[in-house]
T-cell receptor
Framework: DVKVTQSSRYLVKRTGEKVFLECVQDMDHENMFWYRQDPGLGLRLIYFSYDVKMKEKGDIPEGYSVSREKKERFSLILESASTNQTSMYLC??????????????FGSGTQLSVL | DAKTTQPNSMESNEEEPVHLPCNHSTISGTDYIHWYRQLPSQGPEYVIH???SNVNNRMASLAIAEDRKSSTLILHRATLRDAAVYYC???????????????FGTGTRLQVTL
């Protein structure tokens, strides 16, 4: 089975800290995604990547950056954490689009609290 | 990117069929319709997907309207374990080097009662 692993299930950080959220997938997928999930707002796309060192902005990229130095790992970076970034963060991966409607695989999520 | 519209919530009795609707009036000819569900305290998981024809798997069935502007996820016999948020999304079929944006909405919260 495909596994998408997020490094922490729960994380507590202070305002102004630099925060790294790590995501690793073991199925050699080209595409990786970072979403945040807040009550009543569903899943919102922050950034995605379709190859090593490639990244594209999603719908809410402000306050975030990403890094994809290796194919299996996609990191989400909060340069200076703020309380409004308290949220559940979900990572997903999927194979390259080959016209067959390839499905996404999600990690279990990281609940980040910024105090 | 084409968007989807789903009801915020639905209720069902256990052991009864459930039909979860999704509207996607701006779907393009190469968009796949995907369904995912998210159980409490978990990441979303894949349920089913289709392009034009109805699809069945061990979890559910997907009925796609002839004009493809709507679809329905069918759970044949709802159980308490099916209580979750169900998301309908569109995935463009493309073979370029870039990825589809893959936007989720707020989904439908399904409540299953005894």
């Amino acid at each position: 089975d495909v596994k998408v692993t997020q490094s922490s299930r729960y994380l507590v950080k202070r305002t102004g800290e630099k925060v790294f959220l790590e995501c690793v997938q073991d199925m050699d997928h080209e595409n990786m995604f970072w979403y945040r999930q807040d009550p009543g707002l569903g899943l919102r796309l922050i950034y995605f990547s379709y190859d090593v060192k490639m990244k594209e902005k999603g719908d809410i990229p402000e306050g975030y950056s990403v890094s994809r130095e290796k194919k299996e790992r996609f990191s989400l970076i909060l340069e200076s954490a703020s309380t409004n970034q308290t949220s559940m963060y979900l990572c997903a991966s999927t194979p390259r689009d080959r016209g067959r409607g390839e499905k996404l695989f999600f990690g279990s999520g990281t609940q980040l609290s910024v105090l | 990117d084409a968007k989807t519209t789903q009801p915020n919530s639905m209720e069902s009795n256990e052991e009864e069929p459930v039909h979860l609707p999704c509207n996607h009036s701006t779907i393009s000819g190469t968009d796949y319709i995907h369904w995912y569900r998210q159980l409490p305290s978990q990441g979303p998981e894949y349920v089913i997907h289709g392009l034009t024809s109805n699809v069945n798997n061990r979890m559910a069935s997907l009925a796609i309207a002839e004009d493809r502007k709507s679809s329905t996820l069918i759970l044949h016999r709802a159980t308490l374990r099916d209580a979750a948020v169900y998301y309908c999304i569109l995935r463009a079929a493309r073979s370029t080097g870039t990825a589809s944006k893959l936007t989720f909405g707020t989904g439908t919260r399904l409540q299953v009662t005894l």
